[in-house]
């Protein structure tokens, strides 16, 4: 998994972040360590649905995408 | 060819138009240090870059699509709402202030509800069908700077997109789509459908192509250039503002005026986004602070979770929240669309209440106020905006003109410069970053002290603080509001807006402590929208032509059909056609306001504004308490004014050669390769063709010609007549709110793609070099006789007829040293204020260096100089500024 995909994960730029356990520079794609959980993302919602590459749809009504962060969703339940 | 032996000039003609920096060079003054805290914010803020996210924009659409039906500024709050209660918190260690626009450090992000053209793939038939439109001509004639944060390529996981923002590419798919469904619904395209029933919009569209307008005004930037008010957010407090609505709600509900209604539910509601969004960011907090395990860093995030907790609902307790309150409601304007010069205005005097407050209690010291003012700094330097290239590069150079003021009167008219902001000052040199840039409100009644202050930062070559007269900004106010109100007490209130643009202000009576201070903010609208940036020696070429443009041989205006004979009959074309540009694009930009009005009002800004909450009305329903914003921009004017001086001359008087072989001179480039060929845009670095020497005679007569700058009568009543006549036309148009419009004179960053579309000029000029900056600065290298010749020109009218003049000057660190040097440049900068200029900027830096920056980037990361009413990081402008900045004349000597 990458770091890009982890929970403690933190944006600086679309290129890399910063992790929020040890404050290290990391890369977005690089592989990612022992301490990997998974970010709340669309991907990992019982809502959502894959319909093709990097798109999908969202309790069956509104596009959406895999991808997207979704710590602020109200709707958000992990599969 | 003519042989070099049968001419009967030098070859070498250019060693008086800016000289080639060569050699070791002096560097600046030394400065302070920003504080271990920020000084590490810096330095990460040097290592990212430009990113753009579809969070914001997706939530948006999605709750937007869902409300379709629904009274339309409801819907546009519950859709702003969705997409601030959805942003994802992001919190740096050593942050003091939270909160950013988006999730990354330099965060932005499409608004497709504006324009989705741009968004658009480019495989797609919509958007082919965007591109022959005409609309992004001035894209294609752009160069953005190649280093700092700027994704100029396009790398692994992420995308460039308008060689500036990265998008990381899983976002590409859902972004398209998004923007797919503003298709005919944005502004932009609804604009545009309507403004096709103005008469004469086939010459608008030509106009556009021709990049003789820079770019459209009411979907490209509705907002900004104009200053913020802070007032209800520090007086009231979120909750306090929502009860406002809940009361006025109940006023109006069934009274007929039912927009009023609306206008107040909508407001309510989008308090609600803020609120989620700001409780969003301290969960976040709590959430870091669980992770942490420096009890330091701990403490402070558990703070900053304790503030935003209180902040969003109540009135600020301290300076420190005062300031993330000001801060907050800043980022959620710029959420609101897409803005550039959203300006904070006199923060050190909205602010100083609270810090008056915690001074005399003991809770705060200078040392704990120059670091939040410091940290204050980062996050202004920190914006983005997302726009196309040819708005981010060739017109904001990526910056966003966020610009804070310092000095000036108070209400009564005493001097109103405070200790806190001499700490301001303090702040932006030991943190000397492009943002907010400063402007100092030059008047007599300021203590010298502070003025010291002023001219000691301006000389380590931060650029800021821009000079800036007071008075003659409040003639033009006094001018151009009294209609709506305004008296001597008010004009006393504006600031500047944006880069340089005059703004209407108001006092609001903040409550701090049982004790009532009178706090300046903004109360009006936008301003430099209306009519864009017209391209004034790109008129005169159509004259010259009979109303094409040379570059791609399309007619943009109809035939004149004048001989062209006299002076005069060239003169009186070019107001002709001057006028049939300002006409058009008035009316067409008026219908792109009045679309955006209804279909994307502004909910956040208007609530801030003064007198919006209180009637009830929002921005573009002139809820404001000065409307009179709307202008006419200009660019190229010097250039303008040395080709017209040139033909009388040439031409019409010494009769040195015709109008046909001076055209045939400027086909041929006067025997150059254009810039485009060359890459390099200024005059100190072209190269000849071969038959050049053809050329060399009229080429040397044309640069000959009388040049402004020079206190040179007889180019300078050619400015004059010009200024008079510009000023004068602006009146005869009328803006969307049923004002008179009025003149602006600002370059920003547009002298040089506007240049890049422009053959060689009658001033001697080449072709797609860039134009003379700002609005009274000399063509680089043809001022010639000190900086006193060059002041003499630049005010040789009145600079209250307009809403600013713009005077770039560069100096030579030498002449400015130690504190014998900074007496000296403060005098010179009182002596031209004096003479009744408006404004002067400085560039306190020795050319050989920006020579060497140029070729060795990596070394400058930090370099910033000032470009013409912003300064900005000298790798992430384009080459077109940045040849022409080092073309600059160089004063070594101002005394």
Redesign the interface.
Known sequence: MKHFDCK?Y??????KG?C??D?N?IN??DESCNHFENAQKCKHCSNFKST????GMCMNK????????A???NDYKPR | MKKENDLECTTEIYNYYGAKPEGGFLSREEKKSATPRVEKARQ?YF??????S??FP?WYT?RWEELEGEVQIIRRAEALKSGF??????I??GELLAMRKA????GSYPMPWMSEGFFLSKEDDLFKEVQNAGKASADEVTTMGQGG?N?TKSV???ISIAGKF?????????LI??AKKWFNKSVDDIGHKYEQLVPGYGTKEEIMRAVICMFDSGYTLPQGREVMNYYYPLQFGIEGIKDICKEKQASVAGVPGMDRLYFYKSVHTMLEGLQAWIL?YAKEAK??AS?EENAKQKDEYLEIAERLEWLSKNRPRTFHDALQLLWIFHVAVLNEDPISGLSPGRVGQVLYPFWKQDMDKGVLTEEKTIELLECMRMKFTELDCFASMGVVGGVLSGNTFNNLCVGGLDKDGNSAANELEMLILESAMSCDVPQPTLSLLYDEKLPEEFLIKGVECTKIGTGYPAWVNNRVAMEFLLNNFKKEGMALEEARAWAIGGCLETSPGSWMPLEVNGETYYIPGGSAPATSVGVHFISLPKVLEAVLYDGLDKRTGRRVYPAHGSKLESYNDIWNVFKHYFSITVEVLTLTNNIQHDIWGKISPSIINSMLKPDCLEVGKDISNKGCRYNRTFNVEICGGVNLVNSLASIKKNVFEEKNFSLAELKAAIDANFGYLSALETGSYSLIEQVKTANYTDWLKIHKQCLDAPKYGNDDKYVDDLFKEWQIWFSKMCENYISLYNEPMYSCQISVSTHAPMGAVTLATADGRLCGTTFADGSVSAYPGSDKNGPYALFNSATCYDHSLSQNSQLNMKIHPSVVKGREGSRKFLEMIKAYLRKGAFHAQFNVVDSRMLKDAQKNPENYRGLMVRVAGFTQYWVELGKQIQDEVIARTEYEQIG
């Open positions: 403690y933190m944006n600086t730029d679309v290129f910063i929020k356990r404050k520079i977005a794609d093709q590459a990097d798109l509104y596009d959406a995408y895999p991808e997207m962060l710590v602020t969703c | 990460m290592d990212t870059k430009s990113s753009a579809v969070e997706y999605r209660e959805h942003l994802t918190p992001a740096l260690p999730n990354y450090l330099r944060g994704v692994g996981s992420v990265g998008l990381r590419k899983e976002e590409m798919p859902i789509k998004v969003n959430f870091m992770l």
